[in-house]
């Protein structure tokens, strides 16, 4: 198994953890974050087919489904569609949830008016050509003239971590080509602790944290447009603050994460 299928292995593995799971179960009754629901309002049109990609436990599935739109929910984390499902059933929705990979969909071309990745799924698929691939995807997947929701985390080189990436570029480009084992896989990838141990030891997750360059050439190069960017803290402060809040104090580079809206 290559490095890049070890993350996978271990970002799915993660994902599907008990606490977790639990987590994720809580934050399926949450709904759209503000932001979201200006943006949907405002890019989809009513009782389209949308595919939430990265659905989790369905926390926009729902949202959407109950807003009128007719909802095809995938998560590459098994575990998380059966959470998906349950919490469906209980309040007598009926949505489409599938195990999948956004880097390879199983649906027709030119099938959703719209789609979704919320609350940076895109930036937790580890790679650079696997993001790439799920940006093609997901672009080959929609309808021309549709939108797709994207959001993702920054890199700052603020505080800590001005020092933190110095590191990480040493051992990305001095130490890696001398033959010393690194995880990081590209420029920006980030192992981030997760409040809950398993042996002694702190489980953690995978994020790529991106530039905004970074990012909108890839958006580019799959042929989408960029519609609209706009900062979270832009279009919802109260999203921008619970965000803030949520995240571990010394990890507060997942400030404000950006909006893109992309059209086919
Ligand atoms: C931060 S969670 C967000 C879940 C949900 N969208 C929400 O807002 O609550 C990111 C989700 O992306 C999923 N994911 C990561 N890589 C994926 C991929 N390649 N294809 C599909 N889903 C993926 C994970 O399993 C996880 O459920």
Not at 56 to 74: H, M, N, P, Y
Not at 158 to 181: A, D, S
Request: charged share 30%.
């Amino acid at each position: 198994m290559n490095k890049i299928e070890q993350i996978k292995k271990e970002s799915i593995d993660e994902f599907g953890s008990r606490w977790t799971q639990e987590r994720y179960a809580e934050i399926a009754r949450r709904g759209f974050w503000e932001s979201e629901e200006k943006l949907v309002s405002q890019y989809f049109k009513p009782e389209t087919k949308i595919l939430d990609i990265g659905c989790g436990s369905g926390r926009t599935a729902i949202a959407l489904t109950q807003k009128g739109f007719d909802v095809i929910g995938v998560d590459i984390t098994p575990k998380m569609i059966d959470s998906a499902k349950k919490i469906a059933s209980s309040k007598n929705l009926n949505i489409d949830y599938r195990v999948g990979d956004a880097t390879s969909l199983e649906f027709p071309d030119n099938y959703f008016a719209g789609a979704i990745f919320a609350n940076n799924g895109w930036v937790q698929i580890p790679g650079k050509e696997n993001r790439k691939k799920a940006l093609a995807e997901i672009h080959r997947t929609m309808k021309p003239g549709g939108y797709f929701i994207l959001v993702a985390h920054q890199r700052y080189y603020t505080g800590n971590y001005l020092f933190f990436w110095l590191i990480q570029w040493i051992k990305l480009y001095l130490l890696k080509p001398l033959g010393f084992k690194v995880k990081e896989v590209d420029f920006g990838d980030l192992f981030f602790k997760r409040p809950y141990s398993e042996g002694g030891t702190r489980r953690k997750q995978f994020i790529h944290l991106t530039s905004q360059k970074e990012v909108e050439s890839q958006i580019k190069n799959a042929g989408f447009k960029i519609e609209m960017r706009k900062r979270m803290s832009e279009l919802s402060s109260k999203d921008a603050e619970g965000m803030e809040a949520s995240l571990s104090k010394s990890f507060n580079s997942f400030k404000s994460p950006i909006f893109y809206v992309c059209k086919k």
